[in-house]
């Protein structure tokens, strides 16, 4: 498929978008035993329009994915023993204690559509053609393999090296990160020559913080991709102290379907060709400080192990009003943060992370964790922050819940090594909430 | 006075179970907080809960329940974090003030001829630390039992490696002169540890502003389970302090002999072998939440309050010596420590008899403090030490039973 117009980095529109996606549902149908024995979906006629095709299958959620083994996902004829054993394919896993899957994943798949993703973004594309020297990366997140309890050392710079890619960290919860490695990181960055830097913005908030008290600055020449968590307004200042003239490019992925939306000039996150087919169940329900918001369902197109079929991915975006570039997907204005996490108001209004983010613009915490713990009880943890302005701020987009303002020196991380900026506990997973998920 | 005293008291009483007992057909009356707390409702709920619904080891567990354990467990670190107003890197969790005291005698590996200043009226746990490690220079102290701070500056000399203090006393209730000292330890570039085991409780905690070098402090005198503790300090001791215990947890990596070493953790968990007092942490962080809620500035207004009702009960009667009585209610807390003269009765006598006649618990001998006892001239003391949930009733009925004791 011809990926790249000729004459710019930008990739072409896919036009057979919708015949793809029509392809690769009944594809997956019929090679994965999943499909066959846990869902048992209607054969698709051959002249189904994909409208008609979404229509008859239900939706996939984590739980039923959760217990469930990898070989009931690999596609029949696959050999799954001798390409484990060969590396080209692995099980990891993703999520939360509640909602955590197992997922087969393929590293060469993975590189391959995130690079062409990338590529979306003009100063990205750049990046990648060598606009900012020979095109090499380093990523800031969870780290695959490193220091945790019994755990197993901090692998050498050039174990952390995988091709061009660098992996930054090997610890754990950066609330415990040393000076002395946060320093290392920071002088990797430049003996790597990094030119695109993709990273956990809770993760790059403290490197970017250490940076700034030893006065130093992120090296990276190209850009920097935030991906894999809410970007929050504090951590764009912080890193735009401290990283001033790389572009920020925010990127929304997920590990069981690969990049979804990456951000263009126009600031919208555009649909990701080839990857994907999106579905958008619109909220049923208010959804105060946040417009056109939609639950995410997603089709992979060209995971060839555990394509996921109308999966709810759990992301609440903002749809955008805006004609699409690649596919037949709408962009969207913005990832607004998991539906889990969303606060459910007693009036039945959602609120969603991405307008509680909003909300505490001005008041710039430097980092918060909103937590509803009860129907009626919101309560806030705020590092380094007026408890009153939060309040004040956050007031408007909770009515009928009383709020609670607790000052904290750091956020929780999760079991799994994410920041999550809110949090519900306990009730329900909300989908009643959205066209087409009330089943 | 009496009316925001027992305002406070009402509102957290109902949440303390313990207070709901009785001793022989009398209602309980506790006043025995400088030993240990109570524990709230949410700190047994807390404990019971981890028991019935998230029982795993932290750190290491995969499944779900592991999960749910070292959220709560880590959750136990930030809060105690937010209480003193530092980060969470720099607190390792141990199994009191006197481990962590012990920690840092350890860690500053002190020779024989290394000098910790600190004021003989010392609990025994800021005290023996220091004929073990260093060699002790006790600041002398008055007959009240009340340090002679103005002597300190003097003490401190060029072989002085620490200065080590109780925030407040556990005897005679004195708040010391914290961010003084400080001054004084500072500009001869001598670090300061703070003993905040009374005061953790009592008063609002800043690191930042006592401007100390270590602080200690032990869950149960903070209506947390026994069995945990902190140990703050700053990263770059933490840094280069030796690990004196080793095992499971702490490790990152242990090679085999021919291949290598092992490789640490970074503090704090390179300090914290083996598992841990899980459910006492779980319960410690409950504690802290729960006096958060409340607010340290409300938890010090009764406090306050107290301190003067109590003390002016006290010095009205007639055979009862009060140590330090004329301590201001600013430089101390609501902890009485008196000597009864009743004929021919003990100190621990007396306090027995004021539970069995009365219902009230208060201690009652040295109170860890034998150097102080012994230069105050004291043939051991009776302590009471009220705490939030005490009201003035419970005041009056300590008050009658020691007029009635010594009369
Ligand atoms: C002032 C002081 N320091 C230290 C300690 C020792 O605390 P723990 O026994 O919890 O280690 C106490 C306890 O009585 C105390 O009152």
Redesign the pocket.
Same mark, same amino acid.
């Given at each position: 498929m011809a990926l790249l117009d000729d004459n710019q980095a930008l990739p072409v529109p896919d036009s057979e978008h919708v015949e793809r996606t029509v392809q690769a549902l009944r594809k997956a149908l019929q090679r994965i035993p999943f499909y066959a024995k846990y869902v048992k979906p209607p054969a698709l006629g051959e002249a189904t329009s994909l409208k008609d095709a979404l229509a008859a299958l239900p939706l996939l959620t984590a739980a039923q994915v959760r217990p469930t083994l990898p070989k009931a996902w690999l596609p029949d004829g696959r050999d799954g023993r001798a390409e484990f054993a060969m590396g080209k394919l692995k099980v990891v896993e993703t999520g939360l204690a509640e909602d955590r899957i197992r997922l087969l994943w393929d590293g060469a798949w993975w590189r391959a559509q995130e690079a062409r993703a990338l590529r979306m973004n003009k100063t990205a594309a750049a990046a990648l053609d060598g606009a900012f020297g020979a095109y090499r990366e380093a990523v800031l997140w969870i780290p695959e393999r490193g220091t945790g309890s019994c755990g197993s050392g901090d692998p050498e710079f050039e174990e952390r090296l995988e091709g061009n890619r660098l992996h930054l960290n090997s610890r754990q919860d950066p609330t415990f990160w040393s000076e002395p490695v946060m320093t290392r990181m920071l002088d990797e960055l430049a003996r790597h020559a990094t030119v695109g830097l993709l990273a956990d913005p809770f993760y790059l908030d403290v490197l970017a913080r250490h940076a700034s008290a030893q006065r130093r600055s992120l090296d990276v020449r190209g850009f920097v991709g935030l991906t894999r968590g809410l970007t929050t307004t504090a951590h764009r200042a912080g890193l735009k102290a401290v990283c001033p003239t790389a572009e920020t490019v925010q990127i929304y992925g997920a590990r069981e379907a690969g990049v979804l939306f990456v951000e263009g000039e126009d600031k919208l996150l555009h649909h990701a060709p080839f990857t994907t087919h999106i579905e958008f169940l619109r909220a049923s329900v208010p959804t105060p400080g946040a417009v056109d918001v939609a639950l995410v369902v997603v089709t992979t197109l060209d995971r060839e192990v555990q394509p996921l079929v109308r999966y709810v991915l759990g992301d609440l975006v903002q749809v955008a009003r805006a004609p699409s570039r690649f596919t037949t997907v709408s962009p969207i204005v913005s990832v607004e943060g998991k539906l889990a996490d969303a606060l459910l108001r007693p009036d039945g209004a959602l609120v969603t992370p991405g307008a509680v983010d909003r909300a505490l613009t001005e008041a710039s915490p430097r980092a918060y964790q909103v937590v509803q713990t009860d129907a009626q009880s919101v309560s806030v943890e705020v590092v380094e922050g007026s408890l009153e302005a939060v309040k004040a701020a956050l007031a408007p987009l909770l009515v009928g819940m009383t709020l609670t303002a607790r000052q904290a020196t750091a956020i929780a991380v999760e079991p799994n090594g994410k920041y999550r900026v809110s949090r519900r506990e306990g009730l329900g997973t909300s989908y009643e909430r959205f066209e087409g998920a009330e089943r | 006075m009496k009316e925001l005293i027992d305002r406070h008291a009402a509102s957290v009483r109902p949440q303390i179970p313990l207070l709901a007992r009785e001793l022989s057909g009398r209602p309980l009356i506790f006043l025995d907080n400088?030993?240990t707390t109570p524990k709230p409702r949410q700190v047994i709920d807390a404990v019971v809960g981890y028991y019935e619904r998230s029982t795993a080891n932290v750190h290491r567990g995969v499944h779900s329940l592991g999960e749910e354990a070292t959220r709560l467990f880590d959750d136990a670190r930030r809060e105690v974090g937010a209480l003193i107003g530092a980060n969470p890197s720099e607190i390792v969790l141990v199994r =009191?003030?006197?481990?962590a005291i012990n920690f840092v005698a350890n860690g500053l590996e002190l020779g024989p001829e290394d000098e910790v200043v600190f004021p003989a009226s010392e609990?025994h746990?800021?005290w023996i630390p220091w004929r073990l490690h260093g060699k002790p220079v006790p600041v002398p102290i008055d007959e009240d039992g009340l340090p002679r701070w103005e002597l300190i500056e003097k003490l401190i000399t060029s072989k002085t490696k620490l200065v080590s203090i =109780?925030h407040v006393s556990?005897v005679t209730g004195a708040i010391a002169p914290v961010e003084e000292v400080v001054r004084i330890a500072k500009a001869r570039g001598v670090p300061v540890l703070l003993?905040a085991?009374?005061s953790i409780s009592h008063l609002p905690l800043d690191i930042a502003k006592l401007g100390v070098d270590f602080l200690a402090a032990?869950s149960?005198?903070a209506f947390g389970p026994s069995g945990v503790?902190i140990l703050w300090s700053k990263k770059e001791f933490l840094a280069k302090c030796p690990l004196y215990q080793v095992g499971g947890g702490m490790v990152s990596l242990n090679n085999d002999l021919d291949v290598g070493g092992f490789i640490p953790r970074d503090a704090p968990f390179k300090f914290e072998a083996g598992t841990p007092a899980i459910e006492a942490t779980i319960g410690f962080g409950a504690a802290v939440k729960w006096m958060r809620g409340i607010g340290m500035g409300a938890i010090r207004e009764h406090d306050l309050a107290m301190s003067k009702y109590l003390f002016d009960g006290l010095s009205d009667i007639r055979g009862v010596r009060v140590l330090a009585k004329r301590l201001p209610p600013e430089e101390r807390i609501a902890l009485a420590t008196f000597v009864v003269d009743a004929p021919s009765m003990t100190q621990e006598s007396v306090a027995r008899a004021l539970c069995d006649m009365f219902g009230v618990c208060v201690s009652a001998g040295f109170h860890?403090t034998h150097v102080l006892h012994a230069r105050a001239q004291l043939p051991g003391t009776v302590r009471a030490s009220p705490h939030l949930f005490n009201t003035t009733e419970e005041i009056d009925v300590l008050l009658e039973g020691v007029r009635e004791i010594a009369s």
């Open positions: - | 400088a030993s =009191g003030t006197t481990e609990h746990a800021n =109780g556990n003993d085991a009374q032990s149960h005198k503790g860890c």
